[in-house]
């Protein structure tokens, strides 16, 4: 996904930048016979651009933004977690979770906003959400591979911020052994 994010934006810069090149160039045509070309007045071309952009606009958006908000499953399947945040540590209720079975993660804190982010095995990470004083968010996912699984807080908020760390374990359903 964020190789895919990454090509999309580096070719929506291209665009745009071609876009901005080709109308630098437009007021600089020569016709054949070598004279400079009258060009239109800044105002009609400002009115064309304007357009243009908020027409880009509107496809970027959409191309980049269409899988989301993320609804939350209201499935009996699902399991659910809840992640309580605080200076400096993170609380979860359970230790294990299902493979290949939807998780809701209901984060909150109890004292300031934190940044709960999920990490796999790899390093790489999963999944993030805000955790906010007197507001749950609930962020879904399903775990496709088993293993320990890392949450850290990405949001600085104190000098023992990097020690946010807990763990969970994504097992097989013979193995779990909270459920």
């Not at 004279?35 to 958006?61: C, D, L, N």
């Amino acid at each position: 996904m964020q190789l895919y994010v990454l090509a999309l934006s580096l070719s929506l810069m291209g665009f745009v930048s071609l876009f901005f090149i080709s109308a630098v160039l437009a007021t600089r045509s020569v016709d054949a016979s070598g004279s400079e070309r009258v060009s239109p007045s800044p105002e009609v071309r400002r009115k064309k651009y304007i357009w243009a952009m908020f027409f880009i606009g509107i496809i970027v958006t959409f191309a980049s933004l269409w899988r989301y908000p993320h609804t939350i499953s209201n499935s009996t399947q699902t399991q659910s977690i809840n992640v309580t945040g605080a200076q400096w540590y993170w609380e979860i209720d359970k230790e294990e979770v299902l493979l290949n079975k939807p998780v809701v993660f209901n984060v909150h804190t109890t004292d300031v906003n934190h940044g709960m982010g999920v990490l796999n095995s790899d390093g790489k990470l999963m999944f993030q959400t805000q955790a906010m004083p007197g507001y749950v968010n609930k962020v879904e996912h399903v775990f496709t591979k088993p293993g320990e699984y890392k949450v850290i807080c990405l949001e600085f908020c104190g000098v023992s911020h990097h020690d946010m760390i807990t763990e969970f374990q994504v097992v097989a359903k013979k193995e779990n052994k909270n459920d």
